[in-house]
C-alpha cells in the first residue's frame, strides 16, 4: 500500500514530505525530507532468498547493537549500528571512496537541535550481514564523529528501515548479543513470557506502537534501536499527560536536555517512574519516562536491553520476550548532574542537573568546568580518557554513594561533596 501511494504522488507530481530519522547514539538524530528525489531511492533494494535462518554474532555495546557488514563483495568486515529508528542506512565518508560510491541525490537534512546540513545519498550494489545479501539499497554519506559520543563508537555506519524492511523477521536477544534473521514467522511466538506489540510503520518504514502511561488510555512511540534510552515522549505528550493524570510524581532536568548528530538541545526535560504501563500484551513492572522538547517520542535499547526482541515485519508485530517482573530501572537513583566533553578545551563539563538533587543543592551549576572526580585529576582530559569514561563510568565516578567533585567556576576552585540518592520515590 505504500509502495502504491509514494507512487501515486511521483506521477500525480504532488509534493509530500519524508523525514530521515536515525537516533545514532544517546538522543542523536539526523533527520532529512523530501520525497520527489529521494522517493526512488528510498523504494529501492532487494533480497530474494526464502526459506532461511542466519545466525549472527553481534555486540550490544553503551545502549547500541552493532552488526558486522560486507560491502560489495569485500572480505573486511565494518561495524554497522542496527537501527530500526533510520529510514536509511548511513555510510561513512572512507567507505563511500573506497568503494568509489557515486552520489545519486542529495537533501537538506536537521537534527534533533533544529542544526541543518545536506547530505549526500548513494546506492550501494551489495550489503552482506551473517551471509545474506542485500541488494541495491540506499545510504546516506555521514561521518559518525561530530560528537564526541558519536566518535567513542566507532561506528562505521547505520543499517536503517530501508534495508531492515527487505527481511520478514529480525531477532535480537540482547543478553547473548545474537541476532537471527530469518523468514520463519514462527520465531519466538513459543517462548514462555513472550508478549506480543503490534506495531503500524509509518511512511519512513519505522515501526510506530501505542503505550499507555499512567492513568492516559495511548501515545505513540516509534520503535528506535538506535535509541540508548528507554521512552522519551514530546513536550506535547507531557502536557497531555499531565490534564489526564495531574497528581503524576515527576523530576525536572535541565540544560543540554537531548543531542542531535550537530548538536545539543538546551531546556528542560521531565521524568516520570510508573507501574502503570501497557505495551501491547506487555506490563512491565516499573519504568521511566522522559519527555524532551523537539523530540520525536521514541521507545529505545534501555527497555529491552534484559530481553528477546523480535520484530515481525510481515505481521507487523513485536514479541518481546521478558521475565514477568521485568521492569528496567532507568534513572532513578543519581548524584543529581551530567557532564559532556569539550572538545576544543579538552574538559568536562556539567551539562545538565536535576532539580532538587545532591547536584543543584551543593551549588553546582551548568557550564562548571570538571577538575577533579575522588581526587583524579582530570585536567587536562584527552577524548580517549573520556571514552574510556564513556564505556566504564566507574572508572571515574566509582560504585560507591558518594562523590567528591572539584570544580573550576571562572578560576576559582570549587570542591563539593554529593550523595547519589533515589530522586523521587514511586507514589
Request: aromatic fraction near 12%; include cysteine; proline fraction near 4%.
Amino acid at each position: 500500500m505504500l509502495y502504491r501511494s509514494i507512487k501515486r504522488y511521483f506521477k500525480s507530481k504532488r509534493v509530500s514530505v519524508i523525514m530521515l530519522s536515525a537516533l545514532l547514539a544517546t538522543v542523536f538524530f539526523i533527520c532529512g525530507c523530501t520525497i520527489v528525489r529521494m522517493g526512488p531511492l528510498f523504494l529501492s533494494g532487494t533480497f530474494e532468498k526464502q526459506n532461511f535462518k542466519s545466525e549472527v554474532d553481534c555486540t550490544f555495546c553503551r545502549g547500541l547493537f552493532f552488526i558486522p557488514v560486507k560491502i560489495n563483495g569485500a572480505n573486511k568486515t565494518y561495524r554497522f549500528i542496527f537501527d530500526t529508528g533510520a529510514s536509511f542506512n548511513v555510510i561513512s565518508s572512507e567507505i563511500a571512496v573506497e568503494f568509489g560510491l557515486k552520489t545519486k541525490a542529495e537533501s537538506g537534512i536537521s537534527d534533533a537541535t533544529q542544526r541543518r546540513r545536506k547530505l549526500q545519498f548513494v546506492k550501494i550494489k551489495d550489503i552482506e550481514i551473517g551471509g545474506l545479501h542485500f541488494s541495491n539499497t540506499a545510504a546516506a554519506i555521514l561521518d559518525l564523529v561530530e560528537t564526541p559520543e558519536l566518535k567513542c563508537y566507532a561506528a562505521d555506519g547505520v543499517i536503517g528501515m530501508n534495508l531492515i524492511r527487505l527481511a520478514p523477521i529480525w531477532q535480537i536477544d540482547f543478553p547473548e548479543q545474537k541476532m537471527v534473521i530469518t523468514d520463519d514467522r514462527n520465531l519466538g511466538t513459543n517462548s514462555k513470557n513472550t508478549y506480543k506489540i503490534p506495531f503500524n510503520p509509518n511512511i519512513q518504514r519505522i515501526p510506530v506502537i501505542k503505550v499507555a502511561i499512567a492513568g492516559h488510555r495511548e501515545m505513540t512511540f516509534r520503535v528506535d534501536s538506535g535509541s540508548t534510552g528507554g521512552l522519551t515522549g514530546s513536550i506535547k505528550q507531557w502536557e497531555t499527560l499531565r490534564k489526564s493524570n495531574p497528581d503524576v510524581s515527576y523530576i525536572k532536568r535541565y540544560g543540554e536536555v537531548s543531542g542531535g548528530a550537530l548538536g545539543t538541545n538546551v531546556g528542560t526535560a521531565y521524568t516520570i517512574k510508573t507501574k502503570d504501563m501497557k505495551i501491547g500484551e506487555w506490563k512491565p513492572n516499573v519504568a521511566t519516562v522522559d519527555f524532551v522538547k523537539n523530540i520525536a517520542a521514541r521507545v529505545g535499547t534501555a527497555l529491552f536491553r534484559n530481553s528477546v526482541f523480535t520484530l515481525n515485519w510481515v505481521d507487523k508485530h513485536i514479541l518481546v520476550t521478558a521475565p514477568p517482573d521485568y521492569g528496567p530501572q532507568i534513572g532513578i537513583y543519581s548524584f543529581g548532574f551530567g557532564f559532556r566533553y569539550h572538545k576544543e578545551g579538552q574538559y568536562l563539563y556539567v551539562n545538565y542537573l536535576y532539580e532538587n538533587s545532591s547536584a543543584s543543592e551543593a551549588g553546582i551549576k551548568i557550564g562548571d568546568k570538571i577538575v577533579a572526580i575522588n581526587r583524579k585529576n582530570l585536567c587536562p582530559f584527552t577524548l580517549e580518557q573520556y571514552c574510556s569514561y564513556f564505556f566504564q563510568p566507574n572508572l571515574f565516578l566509582g560504585d560507591g554513594n558518594a562523590l567528591e567533585v572539584d570544580i573550576d567556576r571562572e578560576g576559582k576552585i570549587i570542591n563539593v561533596t554529593l550523595e547519589k540518592r533515589e530522586l523521587f520515590n514511586l507514589k
